[in-house]
């Protein structure tokens, strides 16, 4: 069992930076394959961006390349998404992930096998 917790949403205006932070607590964290997911009002939950278990390799929506950059911590049991220019079409309430096969699992929604409570984030322009 893993329980993630996520934080750093907020208000900020358009071009701004935000970090998001996900904590992770439970048994092998290390194995399990991160994600972040976002899912505006009205909208279906969509892809962000994933990291190996190891963090290595990583792999962006199209949407957020170049902007969006994830890490984690395996000593800290924490995710980050490093969010730059921001755009108003951001904003969305924010869902970490996590999967225990690779990155190309973490990418899909139906596959993921734990969730975050989510966090907002407002994008003003």
């Known amino acids: 069992q893993v329980q993630l917790v996520e934080s750093g949403g907020g208000l900020v205006q358009a071009g701004g930076s935000l970090r998001l932070s996900c904590s992770a607590s439970?048994?092998?964290?290390?194995?399990?394959?991160m994600g972040w997911f976002r899912q505006a009002p009205g909208k279906e939950r969509e892809f962000v961006v994933a990291?190996?278990?190891?963090?290595?390799?990583?792999s962006p929506a199209d949407s957020v390349k170049g902007r969006f950059t994830i890490s984690r911590d395996l000593v800290k049991n924490t995710v980050y998404l490093q969010m730059n220019s921001l755009k108003p079409e951001d904003t969305a309430a924010y869902y970490c992930?996590?999967?225990?096969?690779?990155?190309?699992?973490?990418?899909?929604?139906?596959?993921?096998?734990?969730w975050g409570q989510g966090t907002q984030v407002t994008v003003s322009s």
């Open positions: 990291i190996t278990w190891s963090g290595l390799s990583t």
């Open positions: 439970g048994r092998a964290f290390s194995n399990y394959a």
């Open positions: 992930a996590a999967n225990l096969g690779g990155l190309r699992n973490a990418r899909d929604p139906r596959r993921i096998d734990y």
